[in-house]
């Protein structure tokens, strides 16, 4: 399985949220460039970086944090948050992330995805965030009326390069991830499914590997210390 350390970032700092709650706010670290650069030297190769501001106001905001961490860090980092419109996609792409997440404009704009899904192959994830197993938008802050189930299948249809799938009421908890979730969604499409939401030891991980999780993002988790990412590697490792 495949284990993605994650940064969140908020007002330039890096952060993670309570069950995707604005008003409870962890810092982390003021320095996001030095936190990616911890996860690079500890043998991180992909980065999954996320600007809440830009997710929430609809555009991005971290923009010199994140262009900064593309510039100095060596790793293959996956943008989300704010991405609505096809500009903003390219721009981060061309400014060396390696794929862009896509949460909003899956349900708002779903032909801009599929045209980008179509010219950019394996530069899309797109992030399907669940809150009682409808898709939340706008920051996690609004209800889509659109199944998890049913947006998963659209969007693997349309070729993207993953879907990163976060269960909300884990996000941030470190109770343990929902695998059942995440493996339902996976029997319905052939797209890479990411785990997201709630690892919190490393028996969440084996768990998740164990179970053949193909992918899991961690944040809170490695930020806190409760494991350093090399641990987390190895437990990654011990899928059947």
């Not at 284990?3 to 320095?31: F, N």
């Not at 045209?115 to 809150?131: F, I, M, Y």
């Not at 998740?208 to 409760?226: H, K, N, T």
């Amino acid at each position: 399985m495949e284990l993605i350390p994650a940064i969140d970032l908020l007002g330039g700092k890096v952060v993670r949220l309570h069950k995707g709650r604005y008003d409870q706010v962890t810092v982390y670290s003021e320095r996001p460039v030095e936190q990616a650069r911890v996860f690079f030297d500890a043998g991180a190769r992909r980065l999954h970086v996320v600007d809440l501001d830009g997710a929430r106001d609809g555009e991005p905001k971290n923009l010199a944090v994140i262009e900064a961490i593309l510039r100095t860090v060596p790793m293959q980092i996956q943008v989300g948050g704010g991405i609505r419109d096809e500009q903003i996609a390219r721009r981060w792409l061309d400014s060396g992330a390696k794929r862009v997440v896509l949460g909003t404009a899956a349900v708002k704009d779903p032909a801009f995805v599929r045209k980008l899904c179509s010219e950019l192959p394996n530069a899309v994830v797109v992030a399907v965030d669940e809150r009682d197993g409808e898709v939340a938008i706008e920051g996690w802050l609004e209800a889509s009326g659109k199944r998890a189930s049913d947006l998963a299948r659209e969007v693997d249809g349309w070729g993207v390069a993953a879907i990163l799938h976060t269960v909300i009421a884990r996000d941030g908890t470190r109770e343990g991830p929902d695998i059942d979730a995440t493996l339902a969604l996976q029997e319905q499409v052939n797209a890479t499914v990411i785990a997201s939401g709630g690892i919190g030891d490393l028996g969440h991980i084996r768990a998740l590997a164990e179970r053949g999780v193909r992918a899991a993002v961690c944040g809170r988790a490695l930020l806190s210390g409760a494991f350093s990412v090399q641990e987390a590697f190895a437990a990654a490792a011990s899928s059947r």
